[in-house]
């Protein structure tokens, strides 16, 4: 089954001895096209922090009940590494955050529900550590330009080969939080109907002027799925 990612947000995530908080943003790879994190709010038991998650520690989710189970302690949470989640997450700050938490260094998942199934795209590869995780980019502390929000990419234009299709405005995800395709909203030339955009047909993301170039007609748009 398929989710839009803004669905998503507000699950709640326990741990295995009570509830942690509110799942609050993601990062994804926009390369593997992967969640990579979990943000997640803690409440006052935890004074308001932000923690990351890796998905590798999720077990199966609850849609039910809009939960994400994760095989963590509350101790083991209120005791990770403080890591600010409105600035930009070092290499330094990964690095510390797997080795705290005793992930493979050759396995970012860590093995739960999501990294047992390859669901970061990773496990197969056994890429080196420093490799596999990233940081959000930014000039002072370099890292891997490939992490993003996902609230990042709200807005950014969507460029056909023989036209603009309108701005992303959403991620589906399937149940493996594999993002499959973005949906777009198509303004004024389809009515304000939106579409769904596999992230297959993406040729080229421009962070700089906010969009992604898609190797598809402006016609093969039309023609694909509308997001309902």
Known sequence: MQR??????????????GEIGKVDEFYFDDQTWTIRYLIVKTGGWLMERKVLISPG?????????RCFPVNLTRSQIKHSPDIDT????????????YSYYGWPYGDPTGGGFYGHMGMMGMVESRVPFEAAIGAVHNEEEPGDPHLRSVSEIRG???????????????????????ITSLVVDTGS????????????????????????????????????????
């Open 86 to 97: 409105e600035k930009t997450v070092s290499r330094q700050h990964e690095l510390e955050l």
């Open 4 to 17: 839009n990612i803004k669905s998503l947000i507000g699950f709640s995530m326990g741990a295995t001895d």
């Open 57 to 65: 520690a999720l077990r199966e989710p609850d849609w039910e009940n």
């Open 156 to 178: 950014y234009r969507i460029l056909a080969v023989d036209g603009e299709v309108g701005e992303a405005v959403d991620l589906i995800v399937d149940g493996h939080l594999k």
């Open 189 to 228: 030339w389809l009515a304000g109907k939106k579409v769904q955009i596999s992230t297959e047909w993406i040729k080229e993301i421009n962070w700089k002027s906010l969009s992604f170039t898609v190797d598809v007609s402006l016609q093969d748009v039309k023609n694909s799925q509308e997001y309902k």
